[in-house]
């Protein structure tokens, strides 16, 4: 199994940020990609950002050029910087690994406990 420990969270003021960081173990596996979902109150849980192991990244819109995901491959480590919040971002943010058994193809997906993040206006 892969498990993710998120810390991190916490209150901050609109215009504020944070940094959220995610460390997983990871017996038997190899991680092809670890990332940030966020999920608001009464809405669907959605992507932030994530990060291969190529170092590629993929956010979703609304974040770009405000916050950055970045991961240390040596440690299972992602962060998530998060700049300039905003109050709609308020949510419980959820870091993700992609992953497959050592010997396998097939990925399987694994999720943190998740972090609370509120933004204050």
């Known amino acids: 199994q892969v498990q993710l420990v998120e810390s991190g969270g916490g209150l901050v003021q609109a215009g504020g940020f944070l940094r959220l960081s995610c460390t997983a173990s990871?017996?038997?596996?190899?991680?092809?990609?670890m990332g940030w979902y966020r999920q608001a109150p009464g809405k669907q849980r959605e992507l932030v950002g994530l990060?291969?192991?190529?170092?590629?990244?993929n956010y979703e819109d609304s974040v770009v050029g405000r916050f950055a995901i970045s991961r240390d491959p040596g440690k299972d480590t992602v962060y998530l910087q998060m700049n300039s919040l905003k109050s709609e971002e308020t949510a419980v943010y959820f870091c993700?690994?992609?992953?497959?058994?050592?010997?396998?193809?097939?990925?399987?997906?694994?999720w943190g406990q998740g972090t609370q993040v509120i933004v204050s206006s």
């Open positions: 993700y690994a992609q992953a497959r058994r050592l010997g396998r193809t097939n990925e399987q997906h694994f």
């Open positions: 990060v291969n192991n190529d170092g590629r990244t």
């Open positions: 990871r017996r038997g596996f190899i991680i092809d990609g």
